[in-house]
């Protein structure tokens, strides 16, 4: 005779008809099950998955059970005996003089069968990490390590290893990250002259380099023997139209080729690669899984990339995707300390400390790299890791400085330093250049956002070489004739910084001055025809720049903004700094001029305006404030003029917080739809959790009970949900929460109790409970308490949601069980959060994915 067990769900009716919110009729949705051989043990109940009854019968059944409570959940004493209070540790049933002998051995090993599971507590693609369980995992580690320390000598060694094992991997991050910086920074110097010609002496030397090693007494590299242009190569003369077709021609095809090569490796190999890949970096520390992001290819590819893109002319820098690089060395590398490997959380600090790394070897700036990671890139950094991300920033700017890529003892090919102190009335100006940097990043950001997500609706998408070639063709096509478009923009940008002085030979510097030495002081002078040329040139190269930057930001290479948006920045601060120039010339006799430029020498610095207007626009673009002040101090090696910088960092944040809060960073983080919440957003809605909650209506609330149910029943659970996890209940009466276990974790424990554990069927009873009862008859039961988690989270069901995001943001949640006078009722994942701050603001809730 087969017996029939009911497999049940409830619904949202059903809970509010409990809850007293809606209607007395319950509905419940229920359907047979056959269920192969008879439970004879007359303790287990009906298996199901249920979390909620009628209101009445639940109500009875309260009163006639009496339930007792305890740390995990209520039980009824009629159903089971006071459990032990250690609850992970079985129950010896020795003591039992009324169980026989026979069981009381069955029993024995039955309990020592409870094993552990290897796999337990990873992650799948695309999920959230749970913080504070990977938190207490390693604090149960590090207590197990200490007990033991005492033990013998190599547990003496190993609890020093532990400790050590953080300082030692983010070292190697440093290093490696330093190297790697350096080998790119090389590369892309040296592909990136190949465009306009090559050193015939010594083909891998760039066109400084192959000038060095000349002999001329006098070193322009305008004027280089060495260094022979594709005219020449081919037996032109270097002047005139033939040799301005061939140049122009080399320069477009050498770019086609760098930038098409760098997209099919992308998209052959590591289609992660491409991007910046800081908006993927906050998201995945905040806490979520992207495998392969941070893998041994995606670094591979992303370097390669990044020297081909840098190389084609493209509008994008490498300093971005150097945080992308410097992470994936940091994952790579964690796998061979088990603290960092096999712990999500623990993983996360060094990934913070080599984002530090990155920004440290882009811009030779270690203590603006810290701040960067803490500021912009983390979301969760103890004072640990801000140790340890400063180590590692040192490290990694000793091994860049070690390399000396650039030859002049710098870390970055635009180090400058001034002189010269500002006057107060360049304040107005500086606020003013913050204004500008504002508005350009704002109108960047809309305008960019709108042209990625028009490439992700439309065909565009689909060819994205295409897209690649065909930018790439526009942006050498019309940066050639134009000088300041046409040189490396890194190069663009040490020229607008640069201060005019004797050597300098550009047309930005042709001032009507009589220089007697070279340690003549620099007076102030009227500008001359090539400065006035130079300011219409590089108007139209700020407007070529704002406008093809916006399509290169998201191709399907390896691109990033700082350099581009400091290159727009120095521009405009430039022509402004050229404007106050020639104001305080023709007007010394100014009360606000009269006392710094009455003595003749130049007491304006456009050079300085440069940089302020490069930290406004880059400030506009990414809404970085302390991080970027103290880069842009490290960069010019003055202390002076972090006055400048500050007025104008802050101004461009109000500014472009006026239209938008989003910086370029979190705007690409919510067109891709990650699951990011944002800790400096604030929270000022008044709804509450069981608002939020899942089940919705008519929708099925699917859940585990510690002792009820049979292998076959969580199977049949498993294959016909996608959960991430269930509660589990004591039973079905009393629906009162034991813990909460993940479904990653239960696959595992149930395929190796197949292959392990012999006698385990799909009548086998899966036992989350501490300990067996007895006597116990039929198949051995599956003990699956090792993978509870006995102390979830939980909320009730009138808590703010308010309260609800601030935990989910602080304790980093996965999820929160929501219960109603200690009985479970829902659940509330940060999926959920995000959508219901999107319902909330009038978005598509939809568009929050997590694939």
Known sequence: MREFSLLHTFSVPDIQTWLGWGSSTTVMESRPLTHRGAMNNPRMRPPNYQALSHPTTQHQQQQQQQPSSSANGVQGKEEEEEEDPILDSPISYNTMESVPQSNQMATNILDS????????????????????????????????????????????????????????????????????????????????????????????????????????????????????????????????????????????????????????????????????????????????????????????????????????????????????????????????????????????????????????????????????????????????????????????????????????????????????????????????????????????????????????????????????????????????????????????????????????????????????????????????????????????????????????????VPCGLFIPSLAMGAIIGRLVGIGMEQLAYHNQDWAVFAGECSTGENCITPGLYAMVGAAAVLGGVTRMTVSLVVIMFELTGGVRYIVPLMAAVMASKWIGDAFGKEGIYDAHIILNGYPFLDSKEEFSHTTLAHDVMKPGKSESFYVLTQDSMSLEDVEQLLRETDHNGFPVVVSRQSQYLVGFVARRDLNIAINQAKKNTEGIVGDSTVLFTASVPSPWMGPPPLRLRKILDLAPITITDQTPMETVVDMFRKLGLRQTLVTHNGRLLGIITKKDVLRHIKFLESEDPESVLFN
């Open 113 to 556: 069968e409870e094993q552990e599971f290897p796999g337990i507590g990873q992650y799948d693609d695309f999920h959230t990490i749970d913080w504070q369980r990977d938190v207490a995992r390693d604090r149960m580690r590090h207590r197990h390590i200490i007990k033991k320390r005492e033990d013998s000598i190599w547990d003496w060694i190993k609890s020093g290893h532990d400790a050590w094992s953080g300082w030692v991997c983010v070292f190697m991050v440093g290093v490696f990250a330093g190297a790697v910086a350096g080998t790119i920074d090389i590369g892309a110097s040296w592909m990136s002259d190949l465009r306009f010609g090559i050193c015939p002496e010594a083909f891998w030397f760039n066109q400084e380099q192959c000038c060095w090693s000349s002999n001329e007494t006098f070193y322009d590299l305008d004027n280089c023997s060495n260094w022979k242009s594709w005219p020449q190569v081919f037996g032109h003369d270097p002047e005139g139209a033939g040799a301005y077709i061939i140049s122009y021609i080399f320069y477009i095809l050498w770019s086609l080729l760098f930038a098409s090569l760098a997209a099919s490796l992308v998209m052959m190999f590591a289609p992660y690669a491409c991007g910046s890949g800081i908006p993927e970096i906050k998201t995945i520390l905040s806490g979520f899984i992207i495998r392969g992001y941070l893998g041994k290819w995606t670094l591979l590819i992303k370097s390669l990339g990044m020297v081909l893109a840098v190389s084609a002319g493209l509008s994008l820098g490498k300093e971005g995707p150097l945080v992308h690089v410097a992470c994936c060395i940091g994952n790579i590398l964690s796998y061979l300390f088990p603290k960092y490997g096999r712990n999500e959380a623990k993983k996360r600090e060094i990934l913070s400390a080599a984002a530090a790394v990155g920004v440290s070897v882009a811009f030779g700036a270690p203590i603006g790299g810290v701040l960067f990671s803490l500021e912009e890139a983390s979301y969760y950094f103890p004072l640990k890791t801000l140790w340890r991300s400063f180590f590692a920033a040192l490290v990694a700017a000793f091994v860049l400085r070690s390399i000396n890529p650039f030859g002049n003892e710098h870390l970055v090919l635009f180090y400058v330093e001034y002189s010269k102190p500002w006057i107060f009335i360049e304040l107005l100006p500086f606020i003013l250049l913050g204004v500008i940097g504002g508005i350009i990043g704002t109108m960047f950001i809309k305008l960019n956002i709108k042209w990625c997500r028009y490439r992700k609706t439309s065909l565009l998408g689909q060819y994205p070489r295409l897209e690649v070639v065909a930018v790439t063709l526009l942006t050498a096509f019309v940066a050639y004739p134009n000088p300041y478009t046409r040189i490396n923009t890194s190069n663009l940008i040490y020229l607008l910084f640069s201060q005019c002085g004797v050597a300098n030979n550009d047309s930005l510097c042709d001032y009507q001055r009589n220089f007697t030495s070279a340690n003549t002081a620099i007076e102030i002078a009227a500008a001359g025809p090539g400065v006035l040329k130079a300011v219409w040139l590089l108007a139209l190269a700020l407007i070529f720049k704002c406008v093809v930057t916006v399509f290169t930001f998201g191709l399907k």
